[in-house]
């Protein structure tokens, strides 16, 4: 029933298992910390925040009890990878908590599963059980004296801002998922007040390719400023959606060209909460400097109505707010009013540069990531596809 | 609701908690779980679980509203989700959205009143590139099409004994 429609081997299928460990327990932890660092990886579950850095402060934190949380809340329309990963190369990334812990100095991993993968719940406790099994999990970890480490998994209850890793925390806690102020960071207050990495499902499992094959592999792959591989997730108009595997740094014309979808009239990459990229854009790239994501990337074919797909995200938005913040919650149903005006061509140009205005005061003024970037495909949408979107008459459709 | 369901429902939450631990963050396997077996989550149980773990009831209330998978009103034994997400969407999900409603008789966010199937919406259940998808329970269909609407609740009416697809599910943890 699921099909996992690789549509090239990934490298993660290349990889030796525990290697990666291996060569982690025998390294002191800093050296371990520097490696992850000097790969430059970034967090890739769309934040971008530095892998190594993150791991370097919760390292120097001083506590009795740290965590490893690894977040597999993928709720970001369009993302599908880490479902992908976690039923092809589970292993991976438990390996890569594990050499987490290492490296902070925790002995608790968890991971945060959403609730709409329950499915994949029996999977994840069999790969567990095999781990500890073969001493990769629990005592002496791998045989390394003085290293004890265990993972548990956690369930979502279908909501997407514990994506938002505060938030995520809360839930774990056992509070309603309302992301907090940062600072303080989780690398100090984390679960529990403990200092806690959260860590995106593809972060652990590239962390766990990097000790086998080295940073300098890693680093010579991408941009200066993006390093490495990425995983996408393509969904939409293109004639082979999918999983893909590409350098950052890929520009979208190429990308579009690997997947089937040349001809398309815009892209949006990042999900709900990413960018909508029209076509006199391709030349762009999938970077943490250019058009950042976390993975997904929709194909919009020509006959698609851009207001129609305004509308999906933001119903999605104005459902899913915490209702924490009123940048969020109330500026939300209010673009979504502003779509149903233009959909009736209704909408004065005044009235939608009022909308533009409030969309970009939600993305300064909301709380958290997720809110400040909800508004980012109708700002684009309207920006991008103003001729498309204006002047409706009555019952039509682009 | 019956003086022996409470103490069930009690003696069940007790159980769990010896399972989960006794602090804040049990809170929500417990509910979890008690939304697993009854369908729903009471008042009554909520104020079971406020009190063992020494918090006020509005405090759990306050979580169970939050989270679109715990729910105080009864669920039917089969919760169907379909994703209205904009890759299912483009994929036809209205057309499996509409003979949903024709074959079950209700609407969106309803529960048929058999109590056996309720209706809802999920925001992307991560099938993307398989759509349009939907959750039934715990178990996922992807590439539905109208035309297997009918054979899907069949499935599942055909099926004797009203948790079949959670024991399926329990099993595997075994």
Redesign the interface.
Known sequence: ???P?HKAPLTFASIELDAGLKAALAKPRSDLIAEVTASQLKGRGGAGFPTGVKWNLAAAAQADVKFVICNAD???????K??VILTDHADLVFEGMTIGGYAIGSNTGILYL??????L??HL?AVLAARRQKGLLGKNVAGKQGFDFDIEI???????VCGEETALIE???????EPRNRPPFPVDTGF?NKPSIVNNVETFAWVTCILVKGSAWFKAIGTQRSTGLKIM?????CAQ???YEFPLGITIAKMLEAVGGVGAKAV?IG??SGQCIPASEFNRTIAYEDVSTGG?I?VFGPH?DMLA?AR??L??FV??S?GQCTPCRDGNPKLLEGVELLEQGRCSMRYLNELASLGETMQVASKCGLGQSSPNAFLSIIKNFKGEVMGRTQGETH | MLVTDQERLKSDIGKWLERYGRDRSALIPVLQEIQKKYSRISEYGMQVVADQLGIHPVEVYSVVSFYSFLDHKPKGKFVIRLCRTISCDMQGKARVAQQLKSDLGIDFGETTRDGKFTLEWANCLGMCDQGPAMLVNDVVYTRVTPAMVHDILEACRKTFGVYALESKHEEGHA
């Open positions: 029933m699921i099909t429609n993928e709720g970001e329309p369009g993302t599908f880490d479902r959403r609730g709409e993968y329950t499915y719940r029996p406790d956690r369930m979502g209850s279908g909501a997407y839930s774990l806690e056992g509070c309603r998922g529990n997730s393509v969904s939409g108009d959606p999918g999983i949006q999900g709900a997904a929709i698609r797909v999906n995200f119903e999605f459902e899913e915490c």
